[in-house]
């Protein structure tokens, strides 16, 4: 089945230690997204890849970073962990095909801890 | 800060329908109701979504006022499965989505 995937599902870095996390998807969406959901929160957008056209929300810390090589695969960076960004990360992904409005499909997240 | 305001939480019998409304007083006309759900420790769920008429689909029935100012997300038969947190969000094209509070639904045996 079509779905959106993130590897892994646990992560425990070192505080300062950089990590990455994946995000890979099998629909073709030409967008991507990264969010960030802390516990008994609700998630929160850090960045989005409108194809390769690369979105960073305007309170997003310099920290995280993205990247993108193709359409299939999506990156998230966090170069120097701190203990409060422990959280789990969520990937979605959409067909935006111009203006309309689609739904967005997400993974099962990554669920990240800092030691 | 989210557009939407919605009940932090509400319960609902098993079998009986779930109504949960959502005011977003502030809509813009290009704006679309979306509704999502989170069950516990589970990525997001899309449930539903509407511009200005009422949507139906195989999980729920999207109900929008006339004026677009609020709207009602009808699951017609709980189960307890539907035990999750209910997010009711307007965005427009490729925008990420700004999550508020949402509602905890609980489903009660």
């Known amino acids: 089945d079509a779905m959106v995937i993130q590897n892994p599902r646990y992560q425990v870095t070192q505080f300062g230690k950089p990590v990455t996390l994946s995000c890979s998807q099998t629909?073709?969406?030409?967008?991507m997204y990264w969010y960030q959901q802390k516990s008994s929160q609700a998630p929160k957008l850090l960045f989005h890849?409108?194809?390769?056209?690369?979105?960073n929300e305007a309170d997003t810390p310099d920290n995280f970073q993205s990247r993108r090589p193709n359409t299939s695969f999506c990156f998230l960076d966090i170069r120097s962990p701190g203990l409060g960004d422990a959280a789990m990360y969520l990937c979605?992904?959409?067909?935006?095909?111009?203006?309309?409005?689609?739904?967005?499909?997400f993974g099962p997240g990554t669920r990240l801890t800092v030691t | 800060d989210a557009k939407t305001t919605q009940p932090p939480s509400m319960d609902c019998a098993e079998g009986r329908a779930a109504n949960l409304p959502c005011n977003h007083s502030t809509i813009s006309g290009n704006e679309y109701v979306y509704w999502y759900r989170q069950i516990h420790s589970q990525g997001p769920q899309y449930i539903i979504h509407?511009?200005?008429n009422n949507e139906t689909n195989e999980m729920a029935s999207l109900i929008i006022t006339e004026d677009r100012k609020s709207s009602t997300l009808i699951l017609p038969h709980a189960t307890l499965r539907d035990t999750a947190v209910y997010y009711c969000i307007v965005r427009v094209g490729a925008d990420g989505l700004t999550f508020g509070k949402g509602t905890h639904l609980i489903i009660q045996p």
């Open positions: 979605a992904t959409s067909r935006v095909p111009g203006r309309m409005s689609y739904e967005q499909y």
């Open positions: 890849y409108y194809d390769k056209d690369f979105n």
């Open positions: 509407g511009l200005k």
């Open positions: 629909l073709n969406h030409n967008v």
